[in-house]
């Protein structure tokens, strides 16, 4: 297939563009550049041995959209282009709605005029809010009680995508519910390379490893957890890329909800030490006030992804740590050369 | 105050700037006329005697919006302007949100550019979805199993500016949930004018009465109601135009959500009768199918507006029979000549 990668240059698109060519896919990245790098792009070839079509455009612009694809063939998408930030969709949720929802509808609108069925969604577990059980399953409700304009951007390109393919019943379409990716490939060529300050813990620890930062914040150490520190479902972004090779491959009319977790939680102290133990660094850290809007546990359940799409995780945490260590040792600076 | 009242020329914007103009306010009307006509306009000065500016734009237009709006002076915003057939939003899903949620997103970037702090937001009490109980107060879950896009436009809306309101403090945004607007201004020259088949009741009826349609159709008489069919809060025009200004005039920093409504409900047989004394005419019906989505009762608490609003509504159903009717009979064909 030739698979359109929106946010290609990003985080997970890097891992997932280097697994749809190893699978055999063309891919054609579509990013704006706005927070990731071509450099991503050139070592993904690199690594593949392919190479892959960059098609630089906002998404969220209909007309610079449709003119920068007016001649780009493709047979199915894979979205990932988005503002995702949570601290700064609160300062700026007009931004974010805009970016998140009207690339969204843009390309909805794009995929029916040429009549690509085949569309998988980034979505984000945040959409479960404050979890009534864990491990949380698909079943669990959605849309309430979210805390920030992120989190409400993903829930609402959910509804909207949903109300699409009522509209136009040939449409397949994988909502992709993630959990806390981590880790790197482990040729450590990519990565993940947030800017300024990171907004994820595991690149935060990384950069306390490395001796780019002093310290790591912990924010709560009285949840009712293992070891009181909140505890989250890692997923190697390998794995998670992985899951949207077999979304695609598996993708039939109608919408499919799956999560893309472990299903298995680990406490913040947990990253620390599996991290040490993979970096053979500290990382130093202090307890702070926990945060509003952050909770105890939040743990996929992904047995419905296992099944339907044959997919399930196959790298730990250990591993995870090693890969990002990998990563982070070798390019402290990330992409900038 | 200078009010800029988008959406200014439909059934609701046209009673809400005559209210305005009464009171006092100077009127912007901003309307891209594809639902609505300038002789509402031309109408409600007629009436006044008062002239109202008007912008004609696609508000979900930015560059457009932002362009013709460039030397408008105006201190408070009414945005009623949007999409509202519940069945073509089925239809039309990508079309129905980026119009309802741009046009939303467009004006509060506007608003604060230019720090005006004023807003009125025309949300609907669909955003309720099928009540868990009735008479329906603002604490009743709003966002849960929502049938349409329509509704979640406005639920997506509502979130949007709660969102914005906590990015910019000083924004006084006031969310009016409607429940089911009737009736026309008495003097009969300004009134409801669908184009196509209505898709609210009243004119419906009123097309019936006049002999624009054979029959009505009554969806289900096995509710659980006073007589099977289905009870809503039918709320008169001139009333829900009141509650405009009062909220434009209550309005604070912070976000306030108010029910207008009635506080009674009616039953789609109570509606045909009162319709039927009010006209003299009769309005002949057959039973159908209940249709999928529509619930049994929907009746507003509408005592938060009453008491913080110092609104309340003072017109029954057979006054917006009769305005109804006495428009309907003047203007069979609405504002076409």
């Given at each position: 297939?030739?698979?359109?990668?929106?946010?290609?240059?990003?985080?997970?698109?890097?891992?997932?563009?280097?697994?749809l060519?190893?699978?055999?896919?063309?891919?054609?990245?579509?990013?704006?550049?706005?927070?990731?790098?071509r450099?991503?792009?050139?070592?993904?070839?690199?690594?593949?041995?392919?190479?892959a079509?960059?098609?630089?455009a906002?998404?969220?612009?209909?007309?610079a959209?449709?003119?920068?694809?007016?001649?780009?063939?493709?047979?199915?998408?894979?979205?990932?282009?988005?503002?995702?930030?949570?601290?700064?969709?609160?300062?700026q949720?007009?931004?974010?709605?805009?970016?998140?929802?009207?690339?969204?509808?843009?390309?909805?609108?794009?995929?029916?005029?040429?009549?690509?069925?085949?569309?998988?969604f980034?979505?984000?577990?945040?959409?479960?809010?404050d979890?009534?059980?864990?491990?949380?399953?698909?079943?669990?409700?959605?849309?309430?009680?979210l805390?920030?304009?992120?989190?409400?951007?993903k829930?609402?390109?959910e509804?909207?995508?949903?109300?699409?393919?009522?509209?136009?019943?040939?449409?397949?379409?994988?909502?992709?519910?993630?959990?806390?990716?981590?880790?790197?490939?482990?040729?450590?060529?990519?990565?993940?390379?947030?800017?300024?300050?990171?907004?994820?813990?595991?690149?935060?620890?990384?950069?306390?490893?490395?001796?780019?930062?002093?310290?790591?914040?912990?924010?709560?150490?009285?949840?009712?957890?293992?070891?009181?520190?909140?505890?989250?479902?890692?997923?190697?972004?390998?794995?998670?890329a992985e899951?949207?090779?077999?979304?695609?491959?598996?993708?039939?009319?109608?919408v499919?909800?799956?999560?893309?977790?472990?299903?298995?939680?680990?406490?913040?102290?947990?990253?620390?030490?599996?991290?040490?133990?993979?970096?053979?660094?500290?990382?130093?850290?202090?307890?702070?006030?926990?945060?509003s809007?952050?909770?105890?546990?939040?743990?996929?359940?992904p047995?419905?992804?296992?099944?339907?799409?044959?997919?399930?995780t196959?790298?730990?945490?250990?591993?995870?740590?090693?890969?990002?260590?990998?990563?982070?040792?070798?390019?402290?600076?990330?992409?900038?050369?």
């Open positions: 297939m030739r698979v359109l990668l929106t946010g290609g240059a990003g985080y997970i698109g890097s891992h997932t563009a280097l697994v060519i190893e699978r055999g896919h063309e891919v054609i990245v579509l990013d704006d550049f706005s927070n990731s790098s450099e991503a792009v050139r070592r993904v070839e690199e690594l593949s041995g392919a190479t079509q960059i098609v630089e906002d998404l969220a612009d209909r007309d959209a449709r003119s920068a694809l007016a001649d780009v063939a493709f047979d199915a998408v894979i979205h990932l282009a988005g503002l995702k930030a949570v601290g700064e969709s609160v300062a949720p007009t931004r974010y709605y805009r970016v998140n929802l009207d690339s969204t509808i843009v390309l909805l609108d794009l995929l029916r005029e040429r009549s690509i069925t085949n569309f998988i980034s979505s984000s577990a945040t959409v479960y809010g979890p009534q059980y864990s491990p949380i399953d698909e079943a669990h409700p959605a849309g309430v009680g805390t920030n304009p992120y989190g409400w951007s829930f609402m390109n509804q909207i995508v949903r109300d699409a393919q009522v509209a136009w019943p040939e449409l397949g379409a994988v909502l992709l519910r993630y959990f806390n990716p981590v880790g790197a490939h482990p040729s450590g060529r990519i990565g993940e390379d947030p800017s300024g300050i990171p907004n994820n813990l595991m690149p935060f620890i990384a950069q306390v490893a490395v001796g780019k930062r002093e310290r790591l914040s912990v924010f709560g150490d009285t949840y009712q957890t293992v070891d009181g520190t909140g505890v989250r479902d890692y997923i190697h972004v390998m794995d998670l899951g949207h090779v077999a979304a695609l491959e598996h993708n039939t009319p109608g499919s909800t799956y999560n893309l977790g472990s299903g298995i939680g680990s406490s913040v102290l947990e990253v620390v030490r599996a991290f040490e133990t993979a970096s053979g660094r500290p990382v130093p850290y202090a307890i702070e006030a926990p945060r809007g952050d909770v105890a546990e939040t743990v996929a359940d047995s419905l992804a296992n099944a339907e799409l044959e997919w399930r196959t790298r730990d945490l250990a591993e995870a740590c090693r890969d990002s260590w990998n990563w982070q040792s070798g390019n402290p600076a990330g992409y900038r050369a």
